[in-house]
Nanobody
Framework: QLQLVESGGGLVQPGGSLRLSCAASGFTLDYYAIGWFRQAPGKERERVSCISSSGGNTNYADSVKGRFTISRDNAKNTVYLQMNSLKPEDTAVYYC???????????????????WGKGTLVTVSS
């Protein structure tokens, strides 16, 4: 059974940092592009960042460029999202999702993804 499990969310003050992890079980992430998406209350789910299967290509939403960094460790079957300089508007449930690596270009909207985790809540507040 293919599963993605997010972890690392929590409450952080503005300006703080968190690192989210997305661990896969039941399959190897080597052949999959992975995306991080988020959904704030009352808003649509949006792409945050994506990384290709090799890790050689990444993309970011304009709102997080320069603050967030996506990376992967295929040996650990895990993808990370390092979030720095967090703002209250980053508050959301963060999801990781996967799609076949050859379809990396589709990793720009939720509809393009095949497999989803259940999410982890990030709250940025003083």
């Amino acid at each position: 059974q293919l599963q993605l499990v997010e972890s690392g969310g929590g409450l952080v003050q503005p300006g703080g940092s968190l690192r989210l992890s997305c661990a896969a079980s039941g399959f190897t992430l080597d052949y999959y592009a992975i995306g991080w998406f988020r959904q704030a209350p009352g808003k649509e789910r949006e792409r945050v960042s994506c990384i290709s299967s090799s890790g050689g290509n990444t993309n970011y939403a304009d709102s997080v460029k320069g603050r967030f960094t996506i990376s992967r460790d295929n040996a650990k079957n895990t993808v990370y999202l390092q979030m720095n300089s967090l703002k209250p508007e980053d508050t959301a449930v963060y999801y990781c999702a996967a799609l076949p690596g050859r379809l990396f270009s589709l990793c720009v909207s939720p509809g393009g993804m095949d497999y989803w985790g259940k999410g982890t809540l990030v709250t940025v507040s003083s």
